[in-house]
T-cell receptor
Framework: GENVEQHPSTLSVQEGDSAVIKCTYSDSASNYFPWYKQELGKGPQLIIDIRSNVGEKKDQRIAVTLNKTAKHFSLHITETQPEDSAVYFCAASREYGNKLVFGAGTILRVKS | KAGVTQTPRYLIKTRGQQVTLSCSPISGHRSVSWYQQTPGQGLQFLFEYFSETQRNKGNFPGRFSGRQFSNSRSEMNVSTLELGDSALYLC??????????????FGEGSRLTVL
């Protein structure tokens, strides 16, 4: 079945450093790849997404890259801040936002 | 604009009982999806409703069911509860149309504990 692998499971960085989270998907028909951030006691919130016809997308300190040939995509956060500390999930789907297959999540800790 | 509202936020049930969870989507959103979140299995898709019809379904047993009303509010039901059903159940709404952005707006979830 469809599967999304996410690494690392935990990531600790110093404030100001960059953080990179990587995901690999199995379903070659996937064409939509969102990243969600979940803070304690809250539901996941979309931070950035990318579609299969785009190789890279950037939004201020956050960027996502997609390699369809290798079936992997990555989240890059630059100049990390303490408020970036949360659990990050990658996901993949064949359609816009529906039936997302999520990765296992990465706990990001930004130390000040 | 109000966000996605889920009720109840917390509930405790015993094995064999059934439970109904409710979700009110963002006004104007026609699609409601449900996800189960557990420490072991992560976030898993249960089902999605659009305009009162189930549009997608995940790999969960028939004990898990849902429905959507004409005002887009949705309910999910779990019958014959098992210990393994203990989880955070998340509801998410979206525009649902092909032209929508695809972003899912999640509620804060209903935390179910089965004893």
């Amino acid at each position: 079945g469809e599967n999304v692998e996410q690494h690392p499971s935990t990531l600790s960085v110093q404030e100001g450093d960059s953080a990179v989270i990587k995901c690999t998907y199995s379903d070659s028909a996937s064409n939509y790849f969102p990243w969600y951030k979940q803070e304690l006691g809250k539901g996941p919130q979309l931070i950035i997404d990318i579609r299969s016809n785009v190789g890279e997308k950037k939004d201020q300190r956050i960027a996502v890259t997609l390699n369809k040939t290798a079936k992997h995509f990555s989240l890059h956060i630059t100049e990390t801040q303490p408020e970036d500390s949360a659990v990050y999930f990658c996901a993949a789907s064949r359609e816009y936002g529906n039936k997302l297959v999520f990765g296992a999540g990465t706990i990001l800790r930004v130390k000040s | 604009k109000a966000g996605v509202t889920q009720t109840p936020r917390y509930l405790i049930k015993t094995r064999g009982q059934q439970v109904t969870l409710s979700c009110s989507p963002i006004s104007g959103h026609r699609s409601v999806s449900w996800y189960q979140q557990t420490p072991g299995q992560g976030l898993q898709f249960l089902f999605e409703y659009f305009s009162e019809t189930q549009r997608n379904k995940g790999n969960f047993p028939g004990r898990f069911s849902g429905r959507q009303f004409s005002n887009s509010r949705s309910e999910m039901n779990v019958s014959t509860l098992e210990l393994g059903d203990s989880a955070l159940y998340l509801c998410a709404s979206s525009g649902g149309a092909v032209t929508s952005t695809g972003e899912l707006f999640f509620g804060e979830g209903s935390r179910l504990t089965v004893l």
